[in-house]
T-cell receptor, first 117, second 117 residues
Framework: DTAVSQTPKYLVTQMGNDKSIKCEQN?????MYWYKQDSKKFLKIMFS???????INETVPNRFSPKSPDKAHLNLHINSLELGDSAVYFC????????????????FGPGTRLLVL | AQKITQTQPGMFVQEKEAVTLDCTYD???????LFWYKQPSSGEMIFLIY??????QNATEGRYSLNFQKARKSANLVISASQLGDSAMYFC??????????????FGSGTRLQVQP
């Protein structure tokens, strides 16, 4: 009954490969996010989707392409992986059409540790 | 300018004592939310506590309380009766106002807390 799940948890791959990370939430939330945590533990927003519509697309190389097949899923596809893409990628979700701000708390998945060799 | 500042890269506390983790923020929004997350060595992001900009009382969740001083733009996390399991990285984050889907979190650089027996 995990709220926000990500697969895979670990991903080790060679430079130049293409890989995908999947995220699913069973909280019924309408907004999902991808964050990147670098080697210094700094977390930064990459994308957000609301009701399957891309809302935020921060300064991220266009090798990164999010896809939301439905409100419960937000996948991240990365083309031509580079060494600098090594990081932990977190998916999160929240319900933004709400009665109280408290309910806009974002809940995070367990993270995907990507290592590019 | 940084929107969230955590000035303590690392903190030590003795088991059973209280500890305060500092967080200052910068926003021109009237409506915003402040969050604290815990990241243990296992890597997941665990939501701890939320404070809304219009909340008149400081938030509390069990052993966690938030010392919210709006005029000073600070939102310090207080952990009472520290336990060994509290050893982790702690992140302060802010969600500013904005239309649906644009309310991603901005994170501070984190504070690593170590609880000593």
């Amino acid at each position: 009954d995990t709220a926000v799940s990500q697969t895979p948890k670990y991903l080790v791959t060679q430079m130049g490969n293409d890989k995908s990370i999947k995220c699913e939430q069973n909280l019924g939330h309408d907004t999902m996010y991808w964050y990147k945590q670098d080697s210094k533990k700094f977390l930064k927003i990459m994308f957000s989707y609301n009701n399957k519509e891309l809302i935020i697309n921060e300064t991220v190389p266009n090798r990164f392409s999010p896809k939301s097949p439905d409100k419960a899923h937000l996948n991240l596809h990365i083309n031509s992986l580079e060494l600098g893409d090594s990081a932990v990628y977190f998916c999160a979700s929240s319900q933004e059409t709400l009665r109280t701000p408290r309910e806009e708390t974002q809940y995070f998945g367990p993270g995907t540790r990507l290592l590019v060799l | 300018a940084q929107k969230i500042t955590q000035t303590q890269p690392g903190m030590f506390v003795q088991e059973k004592e209280a500890v305060t983790l500092d967080c200052t923020y910068d926003t021109s929004d009237q409506s915003y939310g402040l969050f604290w997350y815990k990241q243990p060595s296992s890597g997941e992001m665990i939501f701890l506590i939320y404070q809304g900009s219009y909340d008149e009382q400081n938030a509390t969740e069990g052993r966690y309380s938030l010392n919210f001083q709006k005029a000073r733009k600070s939102a310090n996390l207080v952990i009472s009766a520290s336990q060994l399991g509290d050893s982790a990285m702690y992140f302060c984050a802010m969600r500013e106002g904005g239309r649906t889907g644009r309310r991603a979190l901005t994170f501070g650089s984190g504070t690593r807390l170590q609880v000593q027996p």
